[in-house]
């Protein structure tokens, strides 16, 4: 049972979707402190001026002192920010190859006013990993897990016990403070993922590879999973 646990991102980047795809189970780990200078609410896009960042408006107030979940992170709706970002996209994109493949989608996802932050961002996750082909995983959350409680690498060993997880998928930079040790005795295999991509055309050169899975997909349509996974 291969099993990745990830913070929700906005729009997130292809080694995101990557991590999606090597798992039977994903786990969007929404119980977690939310970060204000992390993903959780803002990405990227290129643009003819250069990078520009996308980044949901959020009531932060008292956030990191009260150490605020990602789960309870409300949107911030006094600005029309998902017109301005779905104008940055069809600005931006309209002349990508792919656009029109995925306009209504995309548009679809600008349409909507959650109050969480956690329901948008894990929502349009999933439909993009759909919609790119990855059909197999199972999503969940983990504030959905009961009993788990803890830190750090404690507090994901019991959230894989409860899975039954044989296998995990980390980011590269989790072998800084994970312990490995932990993962041995339970018998669990530890992969960190190796972000090795092809580059593809982009409309504003030079290439970017740190850029929304968006960008992947308008420039590349149905060919896109495979410059994912290989």
Do not use: C
């Not at 992390?38 to 996308?54: D, E, M």
């Not at 956030?63 to 779905?86: A, F, G, L, S, Y």
């Not at 948008?120 to 439909?127: A, K, L, R």
């Amino acid at each position: 049972m291969n099993v990745v646990i990830l913070q929700p991102s906005y729009i997130p980047w292809r080694g995101f979707f990557h991590q999606i795809a090597k798992a039977d189970i994903f786990v969007f780990y929404d119980d977690v402190k939310f970060d204000k200078n992390g993903w959780r609410n803002r990405n990227r896009i290129k643009t003819p001026g250069g990078l520009q960042w996308l980044t949901i408006p959020v009531f932060t107030k008292g956030v990191e002192t009260h150490h605020t979940p990602i789960n309870q992170i409300v949107i911030d709706w006094k600005t029309n920010w998902n017109r301005k970002h779905w104008n940055a996209l069809l600005t931006s994109y309209k002349r990508a190859p792919f656009f029109d493949q995925y306009e209504n989608l995309i548009n679809s996802f600008y349409q909507k006013q959650p109050t969480l932050l956690a329901n948008f961002t894990i929502e349009t996750t999933i439909s993009i990993a759909r919609e790119l082909g990855i059909t197999n995983t199972q999503f969940i959350r983990s504030s959905e897990i009961e009993g788990i409680e803890g830190a750090k690498t404690d507090r994901l060993m019991m959230i894989l016990d409860t899975l039954k997880a044989t296998h995990y998928i980390s980011g590269p930079s989790a072998q800084d403070y994970l312990d490995k040790d932990a993962f041995r005795k339970a018998g669990i295999k530890l992969e960190f993922m190796q972000y090795n991509y092809p580059e593809y055309n982009q409309l504003y050169p030079p290439y970017e590879p740190q850029v929304s899975i968006l960008d992947l997909m308008f420039m590349q349509g149905n060919n896109s999973l495979k410059l994912i996974t290989g």
